[in-house]
């Protein structure tokens, strides 16, 4: 089992860029596909990126594509999303999880565990 705690949300300006981290603790860390989605009010939770167990897959939402960045950092037990160009409608709460399988991909039904979330507003 992993035990995932999300940071690094905040209150950022149109345009602006900001790190989330996902510290993971628990099994070894390399075990696991990682992933992170949002879900902002009244709307259902969303993909956002996802990275393979060896990180040699990335994936994004079109929506996010050229702009956020999936990484994980092994030696650290931590996957980040480097976001750029922030828009107010990205406002939402940010998970990251964790999958067992190689690479987990887009559906969020494919991830076993989940943190808490970190919140993320995008003002105008």
């Known amino acids: 089992q992993v035990q995932l705690v999300e940071s690094g949300g905040g209150l950022m300006q149109a345009g602006a860029s900001l790190r989330l981290s996902c510290a993971a603790s628990g099994r070894t860390f390399s075990s696991y596909a990682m992933g992170w989605f949002r879900q902002a009010p009244g709307k259902e939770r969303e993909f956002v990126a996802a990275i393979s167990r060896n990180g040699g897959i990335t994936s994004y939402a079109d929506s996010v594509k050229g702009r956020f960045t999936i990484s994980r950092g092994d030696a650290k037990n931590t996957v980040y999303l480097q976001m750029n160009s922030l828009k107010p409608e990205e406002t939402a709460v940010y998970y990251c999880?964790?999958?067992?399988?190689?690479?987990?991909?887009?559906?969020?039904?494919?991830?076993?565990?989940w943190g808490q979330g970190t919140q993320v507003t995008v003002s105008s």
């Open positions: 999880a964790a999958s067992p399988k190689f690479y987990s991909g887009t559906l969020y039904s494919m991830y076993d565990y």
